[in-house]
Nanobody, 123 residues
Framework: QVQLVESGGGSVQAGEFLALSCAVSGYPYRPYCMGWFRQTPGKEREGVAIIGADGTTTYADSVKDRFTISQDSVKNTLYLQMSNLKPEDTAMYYC?????????????????WGQGTQVTVSS
């Protein structure tokens, strides 16, 4: 049974840093694609960043040069380091896993999801 559990959300001021983690269990196979997505009430879930088993990454234009996605295959953990946060980054952040190679940041390509962790950035 695949499980993803996010942690690390919180409330920060604009310009500050926050790091998210996602502990993954039940899927030790390759290929895979893992990603971070976010959603605000009334809006569609949007892709933030994805990373494949080979380490290839893709970022949304809105977070390039501010966010960094990474993974620790030994700890089976996905990370998202977020710097220079902006109020528009406020959202529920979800990690997700798909059992295929990475393609695009489209959320409905992903099969497994965590429960989400809230990030709030105030100005």
């Amino acid at each position: 049974q695949v499980q993803l559990v996010e942690s690390g959300g919180g409330s920060v001021q604009a310009g500050e840093f926050l790091a998210l983690s996602c502990a993954v269990s039940g899927y030790p196979y390759r290929p895979y694609c893992m990603g971070w997505f976010r959603q605000t009430p009334g809006k569609e879930r949007e892709g933030v960043a994805i990373i494949g088993a080979d380490g290839t990454t893709t970022y949304a234009d809105s977070v390039k040069d501010r966010f960094t996605i990474s993974q620790d295959s030994v700890k089976n953990t996905l990370y998202l380091q977020m710097s220079n946060l902006k109020p528009e980054d406020t959202a529920m952040y979800y990690c997700a896993l798909d059992r295929t190679r990475c393609g695009s940041l489209v959320w409905n390509n992903f099969e497994y999801w965590g429960q989400g962790t809230q990030v709030t950035v105030s100005s």
